[in-house]
């Protein structure tokens, strides 16, 4: 079967082209202006295919798995918009040009929200007045759900587990950071939340912070609340602290003494440890901890920051395996580690291309 992964921005369309498990070609087209003439030129380019799976950032509480789009569904993703203006509106430029372009082919939404929506009620609720839930919706969501189960299925293929029987925290620790706490192949806390501002820093998000802070800054630098939505999304994290949001370049410059980018390393790894303790906690039994991301893929030095320290946990880490590179799941724990720490690749278009065959196939 050959699916055309579809992930539309607003002004970018990311596309890859599988046959079943098999990628066949992959590329980002930038400055786009109108979708329908960049998707028609890419299938164009690709020729048949079977089906199109799209990326949808916003499932809410309706959708807790892909599901099949029709009318029903591209009006549900609308009404979404107001939670996430940017990619759901962008998201349903790709799926309504597909839908003009060739209305016979099968469409399916992956949603990366669907995979939090196992989270209990006393992680996902605020503590605020009530009619704000049940009335404006606001909850905790979680985002980078789509990574999060992939790297749950890439943990019980190298640990040779069943799905349903893993107690796992996993780290997607790229420009955007997550951790996710899975209790028996369920996600049950995850650290974005409303939005995904909420939790660890970012390349250029500011994460977990006092929401007082917002109030003050209203207040007392007359800034608009367009000006802070900009600080804390654009402007923060990494960026805000040392002036860089790529971890690589933050990296480079600490080695070279740069006091502001080491303070950034610090704070960055300490928010994670402070995640994975509380999480810790939550599951009482972890079988496994997964990085993954640009940075949780590729950085030892991070990895080993986040977990230096952690003996008394059952966490020791091989220093020599923990320093490897490979394009497949590796470990980086010692063999008398209580806890199997991993490293891979997380391949979110893999597996919007799996779970649209799945769902296809039903």
């Known amino acids: 079967m050959k699916v055309l992964v579809l992930n539309s921005g607003s002004s970018s369309v990311k596309y890859a082209l ?117 009335l404006n919706k606001i909850r905790r969501y979680g985002f980078h759900g789509i990574s ?63 929401p007082e802070i917002v109030i003050y800054l209203e207040q007392h630098t007359q800034m608009r609340p367009e000006e802070i939505d900009t600080l804390l999304n654009k402007e923060s994290g990494l960026k805000g602290l040392c002036g860089m949001s790529d971890m690589r370049d933050v990296a480079k410059a600490a080695r070279h003494g740069d006091e502001k980018a080491q303070l950034a390393i610090n704070m960055f790894t300490y928010h994670a440890k402070k995640y994975l303790g509380s999480y810790f906690a939550v599951l009482g039994r972890v079988d496994g901890i997964i990085f993954s991301g640009g940075i949780g893929e590729h950085s030892a030095m991070i990895r080993e920051k986040i977990l230096h320290g952690l003996n008394h946990m059952g966490i020791e880490i ?32 893999l597996e919007i291309a799996l779970e649209t065959m799945r769902i296809i196939t039903q």
């Open 18 to 134: 599988f046959d079943s498990h098999n990628l066949i070609k992959s590329a980002l087209i930038e400055r786009v202006e109108n979708h329908d003439e960049t998707i028609a030129g890419i299938l164009s380019q690709i020729g048949t295919i079977d089906a199109v799976g799209h990326r949808v950032v916003h499932g809410g509480e309706t959708y807790t798995d892909p599901v099949r789009i029709d009318a029903t569904v591209i009006q549900a993703i609308e009404d979404l918009i107001p939670l996430a203006p940017l990619h759901n509106r962008a998201n349903l430029a790709g799926i309504k040009a597909v839908l003009r372009l060739f209305p016979d082919i099968p469409q399916i939404a992956v949603f990366d929200t669907s995979f939090h929506q196992s989270i209990p009620d006393y992680a996902y609720r605020y503590a605020l007045p009530e009619t704000l839930y049940t």
């Open 148 to 210: 999060h189960h992939f790297l749950l299925k890439a943990a019980a293929k190298y640990l040779k587990r069943p799905i349903h029987s893993l107690n796992l925290i996993t780290f997607h620790l790229g420009n955007g950071d997550s951790v996710c706490a899975i209790q028996n192949g369920k996600s049950i806390d995850i650290s974005m939340g409303f939005t995904p501002l909420e939790g660890l820093i970012m390349g250029t998000r500011s994460g977990d912070i006092d």
């Open 318 to 349: 091989d220093t020599a395996k923990n320093t490897q590179e490979s394009t497949k799941t590796f470990e980086i724990s010692t063999p008398d580690s209580k806890i199997k720490v991993l490293a891979t690749h997380t391949d979110e278009e």
